[in-house]
């Protein structure tokens, strides 16, 4: 069983930044392809960023050239660094290992004006 446990959310203010950090239990973390989602209050929950075990990202139109994910596979970590927050960035960011489809508890971030 994977267990993901994120970190890094807050508050900031708009056009400040924040690195959230997922960290993952189980062996095979560096085969599965992980990825960022979110929630916003009343939405439903949307993709932020993949990235595979070879390194290959994608990432939602929302926050390209904003966000950027990354991972270390030596550390079993996925990591979101993100730049230029925006009021709509606001929501709770979930880890997930789509591979097992499994999910973190989420962390909130929140951006205020």
């Known amino acids: 069983q994977v267990q993901l446990v994120e970190s890094g959310g807050g508050l900031v203010q708009a056009g400040g930044s924040l690195r959230l950090s997922c960290a993952a239990s189980?062996?095979?973390?560096?085969?599965?392809?992980m990825g960022w989602y979110r929630q916003a209050p009343g939405k439903q929950r949307e993709l932020v960023a993949t990235?595979?075990?070879?390194?290959?990202?994608d990432y939602a139109d929302s926050v390209k050239g904003r966000f950027t994910i990354s991972r270390d596979n030596t550390k079993n970590t996925v990591t979101l660094q993100m730049n230029s927050l925006k009021l709509n960035d606001t929501a709770v960011y979930y880890c997930?290992?789509?591979?097992?489809?499994?999910w973190g508890q989420g962390t909130q971030v929140t951006v205020s004006s």
């Open positions: 990235i595979t075990s070879g390194g290959r990202t």
């Open positions: 189980g062996s095979t973390f560096s085969f599965h392809v």
């Open positions: 997930s290992d789509r591979t097992s489809d499994y």
